[in-house]
């Protein structure tokens, strides 16, 4: 029998630009997904989805044991900041806060699926009766 560690730290990170500033306009949205998922990459963090709208991202994140979801969050946040001002978009910051919430195994394709058709589940809520909805399914307080 092999005692080497395994883990499945499935994370669903949710965060918005400041004051909800729709800022990741058009094509710029696709460029900083695809610049996140490097970022999480050169961490040795896996993320198996990026997507969003104007003024939010969702990331589902596979964590090593020793990364913690805050570490991870900031390493994204911190990068693709600077990145979005590199690309001109000089009033760019994301929100203080984030959410970040667990995923089985068992929805990892649900999550993912989630993730990548914003734009329809958008058609129907805005973000902040979303994440009313997510604090509500894991149990947590709204503000």
């Not at 965060?15 to 610049?35: C, H, Q, V």
């Not at 969702?58 to 900041?81: C, D, E, F, Y």
């Not at 919430?101 to 699926?113: E, G, L, N, Y």
């Amino acid at each position: 029998m092999s005692y080497h560690t395994k883990t499945s730290l499935l994370v669903h990170c949710v965060f918005s630009t400041k004051n909800r500033s729709p800022l990741i306009r058009g094509e710029m949205r696709s460029r900083l997904w695809a610049y996140m998922g490097g970022i999480a990459r050169t961490n040795s963090i896996k993320a198996l989805a990026v997507g969003g709208m104007s003024d939010h991202v969702h990331l589902l994140l596979s964590l090593l044991p020793t990364m913690a979801p805050a570490k991870a969050i900031q390493l994204i946040k911190s990068g693709s900041s600077k990145w979005m001002h590199e690309q001109g978009v000089a009033r760019f910051e994301w929100q203080v806060g984030y959410g970040a919430f667990a995923v089985c195994v068992s929805q990892m394709r649900k999550t993912i699926h989630y993730i990548h058709n914003q734009e329809k589940h958008h058609s129907r809520r805005n973000f902040a009766q979303e994440w009313k909805i997510f604090l509500k399914a894991h149990g947590l307080d709204l503000d």
